[in-house]
């Protein structure tokens, strides 16, 4: 269903385990110029796509935000229980985020930046921008 609507793939390739990636400006590149609200989709469940500060140190701050939310529990994952805490935060952070465009560009707040977070690296990771 994907392929029928106007896209644009985007591959992001991580080098951490956990990771913050600032996707701003690979995002903006893909924007068409008569859009107005674009969409960025992660198509992987152990990792999420959301926007974000990025002042120094922050990433760090949200990683350990997020893993703090997720129970240390015995997880019944029937392929590795390991991964099921970047399950739940890909799941409960999201897979997509919708940003509004004006005259060709994001619409986004002086400190706002649209981030990929990886939870399960390092990986290359596919997402779809559609605008």
């Not at 985007?10 to 690979?26: F, N, P, S």
């Not at 060709?104 to 939870?119: C, F, H, K, P």
Request: hydrophobic share 45%; glycine share 4%.
């Amino acid at each position: 269903m994907i392929d029928s609507m106007k896209n644009t793939p985007l591959t992001v390739t991580t080098t951490e385990i956990k990771q913050v990636v600032d996707i701003t400006d690979d995002v903006q590149a893909l924007v068409a110029k008569d859009a107005m609200v674009c969409t960025i989709f992660v198509a992987h469940t152990t990792c999420a796509v959301t926007t974000a500060d990025l002042d120094p140190g922050t990433d760090l701050d949200l990683l350990d935000a997020v893993w703090e939310m997720i129970p240390k529990l015995t997880y019944r994952h029937p392929h590795n229980p390991v991964h099921v805490p970047a399950h739940l935060v890909s799941s409960i952070v999201g897979p997509s985020v919708c940003i509004p465009i004006k005259e060709g560009q994001l619409v986004l707040g002086a400190w706002q930046r649209i981030i990929l977070i990886e939870l399960d690296g390092p990986r290359s990771r596919q997402l779809f921008v559609i605008s």
